[in-house]
């Protein structure tokens, strides 16, 4: 059983900052890709950053410049440093890995919300 546990989040006013984390445990024999996404009320799930197991970036445009993902692959672990928060970055942010080898297995964690507002 894989398990997804996220950290961070929380309210910050724009132009603030926010740190997430999210930690993989279980059995997890390669991971493929692992990152963030985010849904806003009324909206559908969008990509925000993810990374490769090769290291490979991928952000969202509207994300690009503020945020930057980070992996430690030791730990299984990636982080998601935002900065220069917007309102319209407001949502509940869901950690996400895909993992296997001849097959792919996607796995979510619970979710954080993340409200920038004054």
């Known amino acids: 059983q894989v398990q997804l546990v996220e950290s961070g989040g929380g309210l910050v006013e724009p132009g603030g900052s926010l740190r997430l984390s999210c930690a993989a445990s279980g059995r997890i024999f390669r991971i493929l890709v692992m990152g963030w996404y985010r849904q806003a009320p009324g909206k559908q799930r969008e990509l925000v950053a993810t990374?490769?197991?090769?290291?490979?970036?991928n952000y969202a445009d509207s994300v690009k410049g503020r945020f930057t993902l980070s992996r430690d692959n030791a730990k299984n672990t990636v982080v998601l440093q935002m900065n220069s928060l917007k309102p319209e970055d407001t949502a509940v942010y869901y950690c996400?890995?895909?993992?296997?080898?001849?097959?792919?297995?996607?796995?979510w964690g619970q979710g954080t919300q993340v409200t920038v507002s004054s």
């Open positions: 990374i490769t197991g090769d290291g490979k970036l």
């Open positions: 996400n890995l895909v993992a296997g080898v001849s097959s792919q297995y996607y796995y």
